[in-house]
């Protein structure tokens, strides 16, 4: 209970004082233009967000609010697979998966921060309670109830309005009833594909969305977001980051209970049996593709979350190792402290003479906005923008606004709001970091002039630099043409 408490104090900590991570800024900006669905992912965690900030204003508690609610969401999954996996131990049991999960690294702030995954974990692990019921009183009685299963295809639909990877749970259903003599009889019954029909019908949205946006979604994830072609060779580099990066973030220690799912075992009632099976292929699939994806380009770790969050939860049912969680969970309260420390004041890698602009991005809006701000009305200047989705998606968040410009040549939602090019004739100013793309921000006006370069200090680290230029008449580019999968690389 004490290492829950302690952990419990971290992730309210971490939510309230770190700072806002870019891509929230980026997913902010998609609430406050409400449409069908956007470039990256689906539209449901927009959509929160866009309701939490007009309920609460744009801070960092309406910025976040979505995410505790969904917190509490999964902590009562997590009670209610306790309560039937472990009714003669539920509450010791209940608190060591809590412990477990939230001593995680990427699963503690996953579901702190307001990147699509909160939610989407929170409808998976729902989902997987609702189908885990119903097939196991399927497996005892074929005339059960269904409204459980209906349950299970509503919230599995709304996770894959939230991200793309609950397909994942979904094929793994399909897998389950497939292979299993127990529920093959579904297949003989309407109720079923109807569920099926449900759960489709839930992201309709997606398909509205890229059906009129010539399937530009689908076409992100399966190819342009890769350096290489499939079956063009094997990307060494990515493959390794993923394979290292998910076991650390993720907690090595926890490398054992993954592999030991698959381990062959006998369970005592069929809704333990039957929820271990979908854990499993959902696992297998998952992971899977997604390592055959990273010997392509590259494939974020914390995209494996789901396969680890099912896992946690079926974990005590077969692991005998009380040292292996305890080594989990005090090796990672380290990480944990490190991130805290890292995204609140100043990232710790500059305590021992290395930077890391990926995290420093994250600071030092506090002095640009205010100079952008300054510059906005000494000039008689409304248009501003970044030189990257990011940056533009943080000027928007920290100015307030949602018509910001994204002057850079990679394509992001920016390009199906039309807010890459000011309009014609026109001045703006460009917000510059290490990872802008300044060449093709150049292209955009006729002339550029830097006005200020900020160097960026926390407690005496030099951490990045920004600039602030002035882009006078505008002359607007095709980007159809002009537009490329990937960011330059950062720079100094």
């Given amino acids: 209970m004490f290492f829950v408490a302690v952990l419990l104090a971290l992730k309210l900590g971490f939510a309230l004082f770190t700072k806002v991570a870019a891509d929230e800024a980026y997913y902010w900006l998609w609430g406050q233009h409400f449409d069908w669905s956007y470039f990256d992912h689906p539209p449901l965690n927009a959509w929160f967000l866009g309701l ?17 609610l969904t917190f509490i969401g999964t902590l009562y999954v997590m ?4 309560k039937r996996l472990f009714p003669q131990n539920s509450k010791q049991s209940f608190l060591v998966i809590v412990m477990v999960f939230l001593a995680s690294p990427t ?75 127990q529920l ?22 997606v398909l509205v969305w890229n059906l009129q946006n010539d399937w530009a979604s689908f076409q992100l994830h399966f190819s342009d977001r890769y350096e290489l072609k499939a079956f063009q060779g094997i990307n060494a580099a990515t493959f390794a980051r993923y394979l290292f990066s998910t076991a650390l973030y993720f907690g090595v220690f926890l490398l054992v209970p993954l592999v030991g799912i698959f381990w062959p ?97 994250m600071y030092g809006w506090g002095q640009v906005v205010p100079k952008v701000e300054e510059y906005q009305e000494e000039l008689g200047i409304s248009n501003v923008g970044g030189t990257l989705y990011v940056s533009a998606g943080q000027l928007a968040y920290y100015l307030d606004r949602k018509d910001i410009f994204d002057f850079a040549a990679k ?29 093709t921000a150049k292209k955009r006006f006729e002339k550029l002039t830097l006005l200020e370069r900020l160097d960026i200090n926390l407690l005496g680290f030099y951490v990045l630099w920004y600039e602030i230029y002035l882009g006078e008449n505008s002359t607007p580019i095709d980007d159809e043409i002009e537009k490329v999968p990937h960011a330059p690389k950062a720079k100094l």
Wanted: proline share 3%; net charge negative; hydrophobic share 55%.
């Fill in 411 to 439: 394509e992001s939602q920016f390009n199906f709001w039309d807010q890459k090019n000011v309009p014609a004739g026109e001045d703006g100013l460009v917000v510059h970091d290490p990872f802008g793309d300044l060449e």
């Fill in 265 to 361: 075992r006998r369970y005592e009632t069929d809704f333990a049996k039957l929820g271990v099976r979908l854990a499993q292929i959902t696992i297998l699939t998952s992971m899977g593709i997604f390592v055959v994806f990273a010997a392509r380009g590259t494939v974020h770790w914390y995209w494996s979350d789901l396969a680890y969050a099912l896992m946690i939860l079926f974990m005590l049912l077969y692991l005998r190792w009380a040292w292996l969680i305890w080594a989990h969970v005090l090796t990672s309260l380290v990480i944990i402290l490190y991130g805290v420390v890292t995204y609140a004041l100043v990232p710790a890698e500059y305590y021992f003479g290395a930077g890391n602009l990926e995290v420093g991005r």
């Fill in 52 to 68: 939490s900030d007009a309920v609460f204003g744009t801070n960092v508690v309406g910025l976040r609010f979505p995410a505790f």
């Fill in 107 to 181: 699963l503690f702030v996953w579901t702190t921060i307001v990147y699509h995954d909160h939610l989407m974990l929170f409808l998976c692990l729902a989902a997987t309670y609702c189908f885990t019921d119903y097939f196991a009183r399927f497996a005892a009685d074929e005339n059960t109830d269904v409204k459980m299963l209906y349950l299970a295809a509503l919230l599995l639909g709304l996770a894959g309005l939230t991200k793309y990877a609950a397909a994942f749970l979904g094929i793994s259903v399909a897998l389950v009833v497939i292979l299993s003599t």
């Fill in 79 to 82: 009670w209610l697979f306790a």
């Fill in 184 to 205: 093959r009889p579904l297949l003989l019954r309407p109720h079923i594909y109807l569920a099926g029909l449900l759960t489709f019908a839930c992201m309709s949205p």
